[in-house]
């Protein structure tokens, strides 16, 4: 019986993830000057629709809040042992809890809306359109902030972990070996997805979005006088957001889970291990953090094969960053 021992990194963070925090943290700069321009001049101005819509741009700071908070902590812990597989996904969980409140607020304007519609009240044109549309430029603003890190992808470092019947502990690191091909697959929460950035950046085109219909609804409605006609956005508009939110809930989920995240490429694992006379008892796939995925693959062997046989035939697979692989006799 013999064994090695070890230590490595455990960082399974996304390529772009500390760009992707710098800009999270731009935008609640951008939120928060702007919540505090609309609350004092709709204080000083007697406009009680702009303080409402500087309290609302207080809401979409606190959605990026998580989202910028979620990166922090993630980059400064990446190297806390306490942390098994790393902090890879807590981007996920801070995706899923924005989330919730995405959908929160879906049923909050659902409810605003039926009910303007059922009790119309009379509208200040000249000053909501300019409030609407002040709205949609500072979500531009923020959607130009954030662009290019709301798809961050990275193979990074990998390391492989082998286990054979006598105990036997080898490591590796292929990380930098990318010699073949083999697609990418297209499951729930695709691995390379950073759903941080993906929740911020639905928060910014959820708000786009509704200030799109308002400006829209609030022009129908002055100029045919169709009351109705704002309300019926607010619905749509919330429509949109509950549709997004469920999505992100569904995909952060399955991550949270540890859903396998593709069964092709579970499927294409379990064919480039499995040789004559050999079969996989056993197979854990997982995401670790974007761009990064784990796998624990147990493989029974007439042969005798070692270990390290069935880890050089996984080394092509660049998705894998963490492998741990079982041999016993069969």
Do not use: Q
Not at 83 to 93: N, P, Q, R, S, Y
Not at 165 to 176: I, K
Not at 225 to 251: C, E, F, H, M, Q
């Amino acid at each position: 019986m013999s064994s090695t021992t070890e230590i490595h990194s455990h960082v399974f963070l996304g390529d772009g993830h500390e760009a992707n925090e710098r800009r999270t943290w731009a935008v609640i700069v951008l939120c928060s000057i702007m919540m505090v321009l609309e609350i004092v001049g709709g204080w000083l101005f007697g406009s009680i629709a702009l303080v409402a819509d500087g309290l609302h741009m207080s809401t979409h700071a606190g959605a990026m809040l998580i989202a910028a908070l979620a990166y922090t902590y993630a980059r400064t812990h990446a190297e806390d042992r306490r942390f098994t597989f790393g902090t890879g996904k807590l981007g996920d969980l801070a995706g899923f809890t924005s989330a919730i409140i995405l959908g929160m607020i879906a049923l909050l304007i659902l409810y605003e809306s039926l009910d303007r519609l059922l009790h119309p009240a009379p509208i200040s044109f000249s000053e909501a359109i300019p409030i609407a549309v002040l709205g949609l430029l500072v979500n531009v603003a923020s959607a130009w902030l954030l662009s290019g890190g709301h798809h961050g992808h990275s193979h990074g470092h990998s390391h492989a972990h082998a286990h054979d019947h006598d105990h036997d502990h080898a490591h590796s690191d292929h990380g930098d070996d990318h010699g073949h091909d083999h697609g990418h697959d297209h499951d729930h929460g695709a691995h390379g997805h950073d759903n941080n950035m993906r929740a911020a950046f639905m928060h910014i085109l959820a708000d786009a979005a509704v200030s799109v219909l308002v400006i829209v609804g609030l022009l129908l409605a002055r100029s045919f006088g169709w009351s109705w006609t704002d309300p019926a956005a607010g619905i749509i508009g919330a429509v949109v957001i509950a549709s997004w939110s469920y999505g992100l809930i569904r995909d952060t989920g399955a991550i949270l889970l540890d859903m396998s995240p593709s069964t092709g490429l579970a499927k294409r694992i379990s064919e480039t291990v499995v040789m004559e006379g050999d079969r996989v008892a056993d197979l854990h796939l997982w995401r670790l953090g974007p761009g990064h995925l784990g796998a624990i693959v147990s493989v029974v062997s007439a042969a005798g094969r070692s270990s390290e046989f069935y880890h050089a035939r996984l080394r092509p697979f660049d998705e894998l960053s963490h492998i741990t692989v079982e041999v016993r006799r069969g």
